[in-house]
């Protein structure tokens, strides 16, 4: 059953402190380390092995809270949206998130809709909602097989009804609510990301006034289900 999706002030105010405070922490941090940096350079290149991995792991840590003040500041981005008027075309904007997100480079296998209807949301935000949903099947791809997905799309009254289903790692049914929140990683660390991407999501089809979830996808994969307008309220 779909359930409903609402976005708290609490959250956003958190979100919002947790996104302030890791920019300064960052802009400190790289003015404050590029000396440390530079340094661990130079040893790095006198083939000290415990430098390199010094250096590889300072590395990490920067791009990752790059990352993670990136998509905090475009997940409270979304509390301000500009009116839009006017139907994305909802077949163009998929074929760029697909060689933007890697997927079509991966030698995936993408079976789409015959017919395309289109949506009522800027081709930005279409965009970077494909893109999240690409990455996010593509960085959990089973190790085992090539990834394959299945986009289709139904109408229900004034919205249309999409549903990308992938042969990934999937994911248990007593975690689907919580991936769907801030910050929620089920993989180590050491596999990228920043725990944003479906809240990110979950927060786009939300403020169009549709809903979201997770069911079973193909071979034990994972399948996401949402909804957008057709047309302006």
Aim: charged share 20%.
């Amino acid at each position: 059953e779909w359930r409903t999706v609402t976005t708290t002030d609490a959250a956003t105010q958190t979100t919002h402190l947790l996104a302030t405070t890791l920019e300064r922490d960052t802009l400190l941090t790289s003015a404050t380390d590029a000396a440390t940096v530079g340094a661990a350079r130079e040893a790095a290149l006198a083939d000290d092995e415990d430098s390199r991995q010094s250096l590889a792991f300072i590395d990490a840590q920067a791009r990752r809270l790059s990352e993670l003040v990136r998509d905090a500041q475009r997940y409270l981005a979304l509390d301000h949206p500009r009116r839009h008027i006017g139907q994305a075309d909802t077949a163009a904007v998929f074929a760029a998130a697909l060689q933007a997100s890697g997927v079509t480079a991966a030698g995936a296998d993408v079976s789409l809709p015959p017919a395309w209807p289109a949506v009522c949301l800027p081709d930005k935000t279409l965009r970077e909602l494909f893109v999240i949903l690409l990455d996010n099947a593509l960085r959990y791809r089973h190790p085992e097989r090539p990834l394959q997905l299945v986009l289709s799309v139904s109408l229900r009254g004034k919205r249309a009804e999409f549903r990308l289903a992938d042969n990934g790692t999937g994911i248990a049914p007593e975690y689907r609510q919580q991936v769907l929140g801030l910050f929620t990683r089920l993989v180590p660390n050491s596999v990228p990301g920043t725990g944003m991407g479906l809240a990110l999501a979950y927060k786009m089809v939300s403020l169009s006034g549709g809903q979201l979830q997770i069911d079973d996808g193909l071979d034990g994969g994972t399948c996401i289900l949402f909804d957008l307008p057709l047309e302006n309220d």
